[in-house]
């Protein structure tokens, strides 16, 4: 509790230096880290069927994406912020940590309102639950939220995009019984990993710009850096 209340202190004091928005953006940090519980939805007697249980679902997913995103993006954030923002200032880091947290939150919580809203709509309209209504609620909720060139955004598309690749192969070879022995699997990682780091090596040395600009600063700080000879040279 002392750690929380010295943190909403500074996080007031911010606020006062930067915009209004500051301080409810790090409450909902503040929250989400802590996995505060929202408030029971008040639910009266003539909603508690069908009607009633979509609206729950509809809220909670809305809350929970938010306050998921919130926590996957603060410590990512401010692994970024103290790497690769070294020239900026402790309040501008804090500040741009909390953005990044507020519009992660909010893409995630965004969708996932929208989605369950789509799903309960569908549902009712086709009078069961059907395989294809979680891809046409993802088709139009992806194209309402996630169809930007945000960083943010394409960071988090890319990262579903490696996901569904490695699954959708895993259905097929399911599906047509072609999962390999342990032998098998074994060698198609090590084929798997090979290619990948051929590849992005390969593009890194010779065409770095086509590659995301993350990766690339990333990569410099490796291997670019690495080039550099002189008195300071063992410095990172």
């Known amino acids: 509790l002392k750690l929380q209340f010295l943190y909403f202190i500074g996080i007031m004091s911010l606020d006062i230096l930067m915009n209004k928005e500051t301080l409810l953006k790090?409450?909902?940090?503040?929250?989400a880290l802590n996995r505060v519980p929202a408030p029971a939805l008040d639910?009266?007697?003539?909603?508690t069927?069908?009607?009633?249980?979509?609206?729950?679902?509809i809220v909670k997913g809305g809350r929970n994406g938010a306050y998921?995103?919130?926590r996957i993006r603060f410590a990512h954030s401010i692994v970024m912020a103290i790497l690769f923002s070294k020239e900026k200032s402790w309040p501008k880091k804090i500040k741009t940590i909390l953005d990044n947290c507020w519009q992660h939150a909010g893409n995630l919580g965004s969708f996932a309102f929208?989605?369950?809203?789509?799903?309960?709509?569908?549902?009712r309209f086709s009078g069961a639950a059907k395989s294809w209504h979680s891809a046409v609620a993802g088709l139009v909720g992806g194209s309402i939220i996630w169809g930007n060139s945000d960083p943010i955004v394409v960071q988090i598309n890319l990262y579903l995009l490696s996901?569904?690749?490695?699954?959708?192969?895993?259905?097929?070879?399911?599906?047509?019984?072609?999962?390999?022995?342990?032998?098998?699997t074994a060698?198609?990682?090590?084929?798997?990993?090979?290619?990948?780091?051929?590849?992005v090596m390969y593009l890194f040395y010779n065409h770095p710009l086509k590659l995301q600009p993350s990766l690339t600063r990333s990569m410099q700080e490796i291997y670019t850096n690495a080039d550099s000879?002189?008195?300071?040279?063992?410095q990172p």
């Open 229 to 234: 000879i002189g008195p300071n040279s063992i």
């Open 187 to 199: 060698r198609n990682y090590k084929i798997f990993g090979s290619v990948v780091w051929m590849v």
């Open 114 to 123: 929208i989605f369950k809203t789509l799903m309960a709509l569908l549902r």
């Open 49 to 57: 069927g069908d009607l009633g249980k979509d609206i729950v679902q």
């Open 43 to 47: 639910v009266g007697p003539e909603m």
């Open 68 to 70: 998921y995103g919130a």
């Open 163 to 184: 996901r569904i690749l490695f699954g959708a192969a895993k259905l097929q070879a399911t599906k047509y019984d072609m999962l390999p022995d342990a032998e098998g």
């Open 26 to 31: 790090g409450a909902l940090v503040v929250a």
